[in-house]
């Protein structure tokens, strides 16, 4: 068996104590990197490449792997605790997780986050060891008009996204959209709505928009009222997720690991798409969805599962076509080229130790993620004991400084604080925030598609019709959108469960 | 009382930690003898675009490189602010003082962003210090594509305009232009797809949605290496001089009937007024380090880039020459915006 | 507040939103190249879908039960809304002031406010504020590399 062999080869290299050390030290840096506002994957591979010059080069990409799975975890832990998205892909995990942590369950949710992570990155890699090649040549078959329909189906789960009142949450993914449309038109190079400004040309800053409208927002609603009242409940839980949250949790892992892999392989697509759609998908599938947004475990699984999965997807694309499908793994190919490196398709062969090191090390950096993150459950809870009003300034300079060090651009600051204000009148108004997010991650990956879809068919709508792919993909999105009134039918009069809604001011 | 205590040793600690930071920077200046010409303190690199690019990987060569040979007495302190292709990181150095201590980089980018109408401020209004290296475009196709060699491609598009299509990365970007090039000497018409990311145009290439694609030889190498990938010509006015088992049998434009030549460069400029002094150091600096062979090791021969060296005031007559050409192809291909 | 007349408020919203989108769309440059969707076919697009949902708010409040109160909407609350205004103007000042002060300066004396609003006592209070605020410049500027703006403290730096 020639994977058994390769496995074998990858995993003298990983085991290797240089390797093994310079693993840790990335996953442990990672994490930490991770749990700062502002620096996710990218920055965080980023800043840390220069420290690997003149180490050898399987052991540099070795930490640097490490860092980028451990950056793609340490998001969540600021999502949970005190509702700051630091990346764009713990977005979901803050709508579920932060309400948990209200709830005194931070360290069910913060477990099975890292439970979720290490699941969903440990069989990503082994989906990288065994279907690399069909799943790249999968991810070549998706060209604009792919993209458009998958963007349309994702966008189609708004409607499971909206909550209580469809129009509010229609309303809310429109307005996303609309947002998403400021800076360049992706087509004709027009400037709309930037008011000549250079910083708007490549749109709103999306970890901008979502520390506003989460962090911010929730702190000047927490300012309502009596300062005395707690915000986090007194007594906080168990620091595992318990049995119910497990069995609520094992076809969350499956499901999410499968989406955020496909997606993640996807160029152009990535870690945050996939987690709103393993989210979205978890929500469908779920027989209690209002749970969803007000506490529910399988949101904060779901949400991690697939970011994690998608860090090994990201990397099908980079080690069997050399095509980096996001902007960490193009850091991570730019490191590789200093490195001496040259990924591309006849890397697989011509440096096979480099491969399949690089792969199962990958696969001890999960481990030592959940060996590490566990007991640090226990010390990051402690956060929630510490004095709303202490913590109030230290999450206002986090989520500034985090706004600030995305863009290094003031107007990020400012976006910021104006969607903090309408995060603010959101939840005064109830409306809800995920749809305006999702949508406005979504909408601008489907403008462009569309409109590069229709170049290439010179303005016929028959392309969309005509590619198998894109046909399977319109009839997903005829039936989640009909699903729900065909389901509407047959159980009518039957009243859906009414759960009692957790914490209300 | 204990927790006074307490309060008291944590107040300490910070006075200790705030004690040891300024001292670091105390020493990191002793590097530099006191009232020594420039430069006194370390200099400010912004780079505007996105860590791991293509500036971003010369910028950190140039330090790398620099503090390797002594030439930089200190490390160059590197800010990525990346954002509308460039101009707002330019924009940010250009508002620092011209005093040689904040510099930034000067490409064809400011151009291109200058003529599609997206720039505050004129392309050429930097102090220009020096032009480092070229890239060249080439057209590439896949490998069962039925386009053996360019003219084949140039038949196609001339049998039936706007049919052809060729992916390239970005819109109002310099593939732009230079497919418009293209087409002007060929006489003939693609249809440019532009998409976000170099990534993406090769996977588009290899998925069969689009006919070819403009690329440049650091980004199509390897495809071409594997067999993945087939050069129909390269921009260059002679056949590239890197890995001869790919390069030396992919022709030019010229050679292929296409008559016209092209280049993408890339260099250093500050904002505009910085005194000779400054300007002299960083030419003098720049020059000894784009000479020693651990940059062409470490930079032009790994991403395939080729070396020049144009400073000062040649390198402001280049790009004003090259402004007017492109604006001439704009205003052909009915690209320019009505002012 | 009842639901019925703050639904019927920020729908109203939403549709005067969508319409400054919507006419603001329509005053963008059309392109020179041929579009086959130009640059004001999705905002207008758009646009017309957010003032349908936001009709749709408007047309479903009238089927709310009048009595019905908004959750978390108190009779008054003059304290908090004085605590969200200082708070928020807080951070308003706090992002006009970064450049010109610099980040070791404003950040402090941010903290020291906020605290000091928030009634915490002195001896945290500058605990805290030194903590955090030399904290985060070590661990952004000197070990990440990060470039803050440094203001008026730029000569030392």
């Not at chain 1, 690399?132 to 604009?144: D, E, H």
């Not at chain 1, 209580?164 to 307005?175: A, E, I, V």
């Not at chain 2, 418009?180 to 693609?190: C, L, P, Q, R, S």
């Not at chain 3, 005067?16 to 769309?25: E, W």
């Amino acid at each position: 068996m020639d994977i058994i062999q390769n496995v074998i080869l990858g995993f003298s290299i990983a085991l290797q104590p240089i390797n093994l050390l310079y693993c840790f030290i990335g996953v442990l840096a990672g994490t930490l990197i991770g749990v700062l506002p502002g620096i996710g994957p990218v920055t965080g591979v980023a800043i840390l490449i220069p420290i690997t010059f003149g180490m050898d080069s399987i052991t540099a990409t070795i930490m640097l792997a490490g860092i980028y799975c451990g950056a793609m975890y340490g998001g969540s832990t600021t999502s949970i605790l005190i509702n700051v998205p630091g990346e764009s892909a713990s977005v979901m995990t803050a709508v579920d997780g932060y309400q948990m942590a209200r709830q005194g369950r931070a360290g069910a949710a913060l477990g099975m986050s890292a439970i979720g992570s290490f699941l969903g990155g440990t069989l990503s890699v082994i989906g990288l060891m065994l279907i690399a090649p069909p799943i790249a040549k999968l991810a070549l078959s998706f060209g604009p008009p792919e993209y458009f329909a998958l963007m349309l189906l994702g966008l189609a789960t708004l409607t499971r996204l909206a909550g209580k009142s469809l129009y509010k949450g229609l309303g809310m993914g429109f307005l996303g959209m609309l947002i998403g449309t400021v800076g360049l038109d992706p087509v004709a190079g027009v400037q709309r709505f930037t008011f000549g400004r250079p910083d708007l040309l490549d749109g709103i800053g999306f970890v901008s928009v979502a520390m506003g409208l989460f962090a911010l927002g929730e702190i000047l609603i927490n300012l309502e009222g009596s300062l005395k009242k707690s915000v986090y409940s007194e007594q906080i839980g168990s620091l595992l997720p318990t049995k119910s949250d497990w069995l609520a949790c094992r076809w969350t892992i499956v499901r999410s690991t499968i989406i955020g892999f496909l997606i993640g392989s996807l160029p152009g697509a990535g870690a945050t798409v996939s987690a709103f759609m393993a989210y979205a998908a978890e929500k469908k599938a779920s027989k209690t969805p209002e749970r969803f947004g007000n506490g529910a475990i399988e949101g904060v699984c779901a949400a991690e599962t697939a970011n994690n999965a998608a860090t090994g997807g990201a990397l099908v694309p980079l080690l069997t076509l050399g095509i980096p499908s996001s902007a960490t793994v193009a850091i991570l190919m730019g490191a590789l080229m200093m490195y001496g490196l040259r990924p591309g398709p006849l890397l697989l062969t011509e440096r096979p130790d480099f491969f399949w090191g690089v792969v199962t090390s990958m696969y001890i950096g999960n481990v030592l993620l959940l060996i590490l993150n566990l007991p640090m459950i226990g010390v990051w809870i402690k956060i929630l004991k510490v004095p709303y009003p202490v913590l109030i300034p230290i999450i206002l300079l986090f989520i500034s400084l985090g706004a600030y060090t995305v863009g290094g651009s003031y107007v990020d600051l400012w976006i910021m604080f104006v969607f903090g204000i309408v995060g603010y009148l959101m939840r005064k108004f109830d409306y809800p925030a995920a749809p305006l997010l999702l949508a406005l991650v979504l909408g601008p990956i489907m403008e462009k598609n569309l409109k590069l879809a229709l170049k290439m068919s010179q303005g016929s709508l028959v392309i969309f019709f005509e590619r198998p792919i894109t046909i399977i993909l319109i009839a997903l999105i005829a039936v989640s959108l009909l699903w729900p009134l065909m389901v509407a039918r047959f159980s009518k009069g039957k009243k859906a469960l009414e759960l009692p809604v957790v914490d209300e001011m | 009382m204990k927790k006074r205590l307490a309060v008291r040793n944590v107040v300490c600690m910070v006075l200790l930690l705030g004690a040891i930071s300024l001292l670091s920077h105390a020493t990191a200046l002793t590097g530099y003898a006191a009232g020594a010409k420039f430069p006194a303190k370390p200099i400010l690199f912004v780079v505007p675009y996105a860590p791991g690019g293509g500036t971003d990987i010369m910028v950190r060569v140039i330090d790398k490189v620099g503090t390797q040979l002594k030439v930089l007495p200190q490390p160059l302190v590197i800010e990525n602010k990346s954002g509308g292709s460039g101009v707002v990181g330019k924009s940010y150095a250009k508002g620092k003082p011209a005093d040689g201590y904040t510099i930034t980089c000067a490409d064809d980018s400011s151009t291109v962003v200058d003529l599609f109408g997206n720039s505050p401020w004129p392309y050429n209004d930097f102090t220009y210090i020096a032009k480092l290296n070229r890239d060249y475009q080439m057209i590439v196709v896949r490998m069962d594509s039925p386009f053996k060699a360019l003219k084949d491609l140039v038949t196609a598009a001339k049998a039936k305009a706007n049919t052809v299509k060729v992916a390239g990365t970005g819109v109002s970007q310099i593939d732009v232009l230079h497919i418009a090039m293209f087409e002007k000497a060929a006489g003939v018409k693609f249809n440019y797809i532009g998409f976000d990311s170099g990534g993406q145009v090769m996977t588009n290439l290899l998925g069969g949605h689009v006919e070819a694609a403009i690329a440049n030889p650091g980004e199509a190498y390897e495809q071409i290496r594997a067999g993945k990938v087939r050069s129909l010509g390269v921009s260059s006015e002679k056949r590239l001089g890197f890995d001869s088992a790919v390069f030396k049998d992919i022709p030019t434009w010229k050679e292929a009937g296409v008559n016209v030549s092209l280049s993408q460069w890339r260099g250093v400029a500050g904002p505009k007024g910085m005194a000779k002094e400054p300007q002299d150091w960083l030419i003098n600096a720049l020059k000894k380090i784009t000479d020693s062979k651990e940059w062409k090791e470490q930079y032009l021969d790994k991403f395939l880039q080729v070396g020049v060296f144009v400073t000062g005031d040649d390198m402001k007559k280049e790009a004003e020459e090259e402004y007017a050409a492109y604006k001439t192809i704009m205003e052909g291909a009915g690209l320019l915006k009505k002012k | 507040m009842t639901e019925r007349t703050a639904d019927t408020i920020s729908g109203l919203f939403l549709i005067v939103l969508a319409l400054v989108f919507g006419v603001a769309a329509q005053l963008l440059p059309g392109t020179i190249a041929k579009e086959f969707a130009g640059p004001s076919f999705m905002p207008t697009l758009l646009s017309i879908a957010l003032a349908i949902c936001g009709a749709g708010i408007v047309f479903q409040a009238r089927s709310l039960p009048p009595a019905n109160r908004m959750p978390g909407w108190f009779a008054s609350d003059r304290a908090g809304a004085i605590r969200i205004a200082v708070v928020a103007g807080a951070t308003a000042f706090y992002n006009f002031l970064l450049e010109p002060l610099g980040y070791l300066i404003v950040t402090f004396i941010f903290l020291t406010f906020l605290l000091w609003y928030l009634k915490v006592s002195w001896h945290i209070n500058i605990a805290i504020s030194l903590i955090a605020t030399i904290g985060t410049y070590a661990l952004f500027v000197i070990w990440l590399k990060v470039v803050l703006p440094m203001g008026l403290l730029e000569f030392y730096f």
